[in-house]
């Protein structure tokens, strides 16, 4: 057999719809509450910020929602996205485990990210939007919505995370390259951004702090919205063209997962391969296992708690239902820039809280420890992000050679790293921060959680 | 008329062969020679440097030259590229111009170079070659070789043209994390480097440098050979198929190229994307105008003579008929660090040389200008090399608005700009050096050409 085994779809294959996984839950998710009043928020409450039409996919009980043609034809310029069978990784690690990846990073800006930049931008554009404001942590979700608003022709101002915009210039440049304005944050084009930098001058930014700024921009102007790449219901749904594809490309390659496994910052990436997966199990009982791969750093899922709290560090949001490390918690600058975030997304705390899916957390060098086998071994090189799901992977598959069970295992393999290549550097250098868990600044964070009646 | 127009092929369409233009020339092409005899040199000559299938390669008449099976099989993880109709340029620029561009930056390093690579390291491996040395210019022919030497488990040591390995650290990174040694030219490994660094320790080094230390270290073991990223014929015959499958790809678009643009450097994606389409011309008169685009700053094509010359500033190489600014000539250190090489391929030369291709030199502004402007336009961010095709695309289709005449272009879209954002940064920060022709230094190279009878 070949070992170099490519699953591709014909372009009219691209999926006609997100699928919704709020329509298979067997147990409804928890509402998010009006930080004031504490009681559910409802569409006005989001018009300031959102475009109807997401505001209303956000609350949509509807299984398959329609893809706009325009975005579809969008989509075409990267998707359907390859999958692959990992032969040689199999060979190398001699598992009796089949490994299959999904590879996002054939994308302009080498991630997952477009898929709800681009339908973002589109739906803002429907309704007039002159102006996108956003927040960003390693730089992936700033560039492919700056691409998207290069598109549609929007003005985009991205608040990104100052470590990160330290440590990736590259990335500040392409959003520059698209016409978007990146900001290192905190800044002091705003209110919270003072506050913070008045208290501390060298405060490294979080998403919390960024997504503060980009809000408070945003809520200005009625011409001016904010966009989220991640932790909504509507993003998440936008990334389930990755799952619904994979579906596809694994029946063509006649096989099904037994484990889906992906890397969970906000949860985009991972919903989107796996949502469609998981709406299969609720709906035909196709058992899956599924792992979410964390940062040992920023444990949410593995360490966080369960309950209400703020999306952002300036508490401007509607409080949400999540696995959380508080809202003040500060990430440690790991080089995951990506997954450096306090909360996990309400649907995929849910999920772990039901039992539907499970969690693990790695530290950051066996994470690139895993990139570069892969790299060597399947010839590419991973973003820092998606390392951790490729380590979750090997780990599943030497787990199935422990055993002598011949698993099935799928992951997504999000984006790939040329633009982070200073964090494989890095690792070589030996110079990658310690990112052990810091128990006393999560529980102290966790103290100043709302509390909810 | 959709807006994405993708031609793609499937992976069964792979070409099964190279295209070998030497079975095809009107005239012959003028021999390498020996730099003592000045007498054409033979295998013998070549064989401590290359392996033995490749020399064969370098001196065949044969048209169709067999891809072997296991290159075929590596190709296939992103091969076919796409081929895509770039209508909103064609829109952006109202020009009555059909613009297609093939795009090989979906490539595991981001450009073609993964082409030839995977072939020279597949014969090697073949003939039992232990270690390979190699120089790269911008590092996307070092990183290119260190993911084929990674495939087949080859050492491999790359000396990189110290300017770039100082503007391109994110190179010499995916480099390391294939397993490579990435080593600034000039270097203190070989007499070469010593030399020049004691006459000069601040030299930023030149491809024409790093060749001769790569060669240096190569010739030292029978075991270690050298690899070329450019310039010979078997390289530039490898990178063929991806003006095989355009071939195909225009068709399924019903289309044929009026116009073909490339840029060049060594000449390779140039040859690659153009020389199938030139042999159609020379055996089936299919009528096509070829432009080859390069930098102002070291313009061989445009500027330099047509002589003998040694391939690298050591005189270590044969001496080849080519288009040369001097193997002395140090070129400035611009962005477009592939296209830094004082010479051209002979192959591409001859063909200058007999009127079958022209050639435009463009400065780098006007190139990084291009470039924005397809980003923004296209979504796909184009490697600093790469914007001096899109230049000449850009240029040609505005050519045929000013005549109304609906001329249809194609064009090769070598790599992404991933790596390179600096060159944006810097393009954005008008921080860009200047880039004019240096006609006195280059005359002054010129006078050292060797003398040949």
């Known amino acids: 057999m070949s070992d170099n085994i490519k699953y591709l779809l014909e372009e009219d294959k691209i999926p006609k719809t997100w699928y919704n996984i709020s329509a298979d839950l067997p147990k409804p998710l928890a509402p998010p509450l009006h930080p004031g009043t504490h009681k559910p928020v409802g569409p006005d409450d989001l018009a300031p910020l959102f475009p109807m039409a997401l505001i209303g996919q956000e609350v949509s009980q509807e299984r398959e929602i329609e893809i706009p043609g325009p975005v579809r034809e969008i989509y075409k310029q990267w998707r359907p996205s390859p999958l692959f069978r990992a032969r040689k990784l199999e060979k190398n690690l001699d598992t009796p485990a089949k490994i299959y990846y999904k590879y996002e990073g054939v994308s302009p800006t080498g991630s997952h990210k477009p898929n709800t930049a681009v339908a973002q931008a589109f739906y803002n554009k429907e309704e007039g939007t002159k102006k996108i404001t956003t927040e960003t942590g390693a730089g992936q979700w700033g560039s492919s919505l700056a691409l998207a608003c290069s598109i549609f022709k929007i003005e985009l101002d991205v608040y990104m995370v100052r470590v990160s915009f330290d440590q990736k210039p590259y990335r500040k440049m392409i959003m520059q390259t698209y016409g978007a304005k990146c900001i290192a944050s905190p800044s002091n084009e ?41 932790v909504l219901n509507h993003v998440l749904m936008h990334q389930t063209v990755v799952g619904n594809e994979s579906i596809i490309q694994m029946e063509m390659a006649g096989d099904y997962p037994d484990i889906l496994i992906g890397c969970t910052g906000g949860g985009s990436n991972f919903a989107g391969l796996i949502f469609p997966f998981l709406g299969k199990k609720f709906r035909e009982k196709k058992e899956v296992k599924v792992i979410a791969c964390e940062p040992k750093s920023c444990p949410s899922l593995t360490k966080g708690k369960y309950a209400y709290d703020f999306g952002d560090t300036g508490n401007l949001t509607p409080l949400v239902k999540m696995h959380t490390l508080g809202s003040s918690f500060m990430p440690p600058a790991t080089h995951s820039g990506g997954l450096r975030y306090h909360g996990m997304a309400p649907m995929v705390s849910h999920l772990k809280d039901i039992g539907a899916i499970e969690a693990k957390a790695f530290g950051q060098k066996e994470c690139f420890e895993a990139g570069v086998k892969f790299a060597n071994v399947e010839g590419i090189v991973p973003a820092p992000e998606a390392t951790h799901a490729v380590k979750g992977a090997i780990d599943a598959a030497l787990e199935c050679k422990k055993n002598g069970k011949p698993k099935t295992i799928l992951f997504n393999l999000c984006g790939h790293g040329h633009f982070d290549m200073q964090a494989y550097g890095d690792y070589f250098d030996n110079k990658l921060a310690e990112d052990d868990y810091n128990e006393s600044a999560v529980n102290k964070a966790l103290e100043n959680l709302p509390k909810i009646a």
């Open 190 to 230: 705003t209110n919270t951004g003072k506050a913070i930098l008045k208290k501390d001058p060298n405060n490294t930014g979080s998403l919390g702090i960024a997504i503060s700024e980009a809000i408070e921009i945003a809520a200005q102007s009625e011409t001016t919205k904010y966009s989220l790449g991640s």
